[in-house]
């Protein structure tokens, strides 16, 4: 399709390191969609004839047709999936196909399938995490009583509810979403029309063409058209932020479900045995997402590298692009898929949570606060005051609310029978309502909250009318 003016085939591995159709081949769809807008865009404003403009359309039709059905021949001497479809075209067209390239160059063409794709990938990953926010709503709306050590250093630190943990990623999942969304408004403008890089000397309408393949308007200068790649790079970004998180989750669910610990359960659907060792219960697909954010960080890490040295305009080291984008886009779609299954399937034990959150005395922080709120002591004083009875109940070999008064008035002459009201997990947590604090009101508000949220979102998803 270039060669006019070579004399000499490519030698074979010149062939071997340009071809990149194994990997765009993905951008099939994309592909063919721009190429439709941009026929009848050249036929409306007169630059090919409208004859010419249905035969491409029926023509890259039928080659979707191929493709989908796994019937289309990719060729590697044809290096990408432009030239595999524009090939084809001319075999079922005839020379009209040659009218299809006119004002434009596979520079914009690239840029704007890729573009297309990473949207359309955004897009479904939003979907899915509303569809994991709805999953850990909906289990913390049951938890939201549930109370479980909560940790600083690993360490038990207070009590915390089991719902107001799952919240949390919520939260995250929602910075998430706003990350992408934020990716998908800043590239809502289309580099097609932009050419090899200068822009053409035909009337094109970009405006017709950006509409066509859903994007708000053209990009406004055409070197930066053909060599931006920042839509992939803020997509990648956002992955990997929301791959870290997932991979925080993914590495609490390995702890919690280790036999050490026993805070949850998985079912036989998310966990696989050992073949040597018949007891286990592995939570391979929880190891599998703290894994794969390696690669999807690795992506991105990757063409930020690619882009850092390139001047303007297109490059071939962009064609690098696609390969690590796809498959960290995908490793992601997989990994909030496995997160939002292992959410709905975990169960957690409520007994070993409740002896967990009461071990490691960790109501002594609401011994400190009753001497704060009952007594007047400073607050550090009470903190010092609250160590020594912890002490005292370490020596004796009791959980703190299990100290007798009297050697707790040992400490502080002061200390009444109404110290015990706050000493258990249940009070602690019912205690804490300050606003996003751990109280279950204040979980079963927020938790509610989500779900209506998510329902206005997506009516359809609504599923328990009775909440
Ligand atoms: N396969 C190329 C890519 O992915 C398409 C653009 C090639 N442009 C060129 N002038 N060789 O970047």
Redesign the pocket.
């Known amino acids: 399709m270039w060669g006019g003016r070579f004399a000499q085939a490519p030698d074979a591995i010149m062939a071997e390191i340009n071809a990149?159709i194994d990997v765009?081949r993905n951008l099939y769809r994309q592909d063919i969609a721009g190429s439709k807008a941009h026929a009848a865009m050249l036929a409306k404003q007169g630059i090919i004839t409208a004859e010419d403009a249905e035969a491409i359309a029926r023509g890259l039709d039928a080659i979707l047709g191929e493709i989908e059905s796994g019937r289309f021949q990719f060729q590697r001497s044809l290096?990408?999936i432009?030239m595999n479809v524009e090939s084809r075209l001319a075999e079922l067209i005839g020379p009209a196909a040659g009218r299809l390239h006119t004002a434009r160059?596979?520079?914009d063409q690239?840029a704007t399938d890729f573009k297309m794709y990473v949207r359309e990938a955004a897009a479904a990953i939003d979907a899915q995490l509303a569809d994991y926010q709805r999953a850990l709503a909906e289990k913390a709306l049951t938890h939201a009583a549930t109370v479980m050590p909560g940790f600083t250093h690993l360490q038990t630190a207070q009590p915390v509810t089991f719902g107001h943990h799952l919240l949390a990623y919520v939260e995250m999942a929602a910075r998430d979403r706003g990350r992408f969304a934020d990716a998908r408004r800043r590239a809502e403008e289309c580099p097609l029309g932009a050419a090899a890089l200068a822009g053409t000397s035909f009337p094109l309408d970009r405006d017709m063409t950006a509409r066509a393949l859903g994007f708000a308007r053209p990009m406004a200068n055409s070197l930066d058209a053909v060599s931006d790649r920042d839509f992939v790079l803020e997509a990648l970004a956002a992955a990997a932020i929301t791959a870290v998180h997932l991979s925080r989750f993914a590495e609490e669910i390995v702890i919690w479900t280790s036999p050490l610990v026993g805070l949850i359960t998985l079912s036989d659907r998310f966990t696989t045995g050992s073949s040597i060792m018949p007891q286990k219960r592995n939570p391979d697909a929880a190891e599998l997402v703290r894994a794969k954010a390696g690669r999807i960080i690795g992506a991105l890490n990757a063409l930020l590298v690619v882009m850092k040295g390139l001047p303007l305009a297109?490059q071939?080291d962009?064609?690098e692009d696609?390969e690590g984008a796809i498959d960290a886009l995908s490793a992601l779609s997989l990994c909030i898929a496995a997160m939002t299954g292992m959410v709905r399937d975990m169960e957690p034990d409520t007994a070993r949570m409740r002896q967990a959150a009461g071990a490691g005395y960790a109501t002594a922080t609401d011994l400190a606060d009753w001497l704060v709120r009952k007594l007047g002591i400073p607050f550090r004083q009470a903190h010092h005051i609250t160590g020594r009875i912890v002490a005292a109940a370490a020596e004796a070999g009791v959980a703190l609310h299990r100290l007798p008064l009297a050697a707790m008035q040992a400490v502080e002459p002061r200390i009444t029978e109404d110290v015990y009201s706050v000493l258990s997990v249940d009070r602690s947590v019912k205690s804490r309502t300050s606003y996003g604090g751990t109280a279950p009101a204040n979980v079963r508000r927020e938790a509610r909250k989500w779900l209506k949220r998510l329902d206005k979102e997506n009516p359809a998803r609504k599923e328990d009318p009775t909440r």
Request: proline share 0%; glycine share 0%; aromatic share 8%.
């Open positions: 990149s765009d290096e990408d432009h160059s596979r520079n690239v297109y071939k962009m064609q696609k």
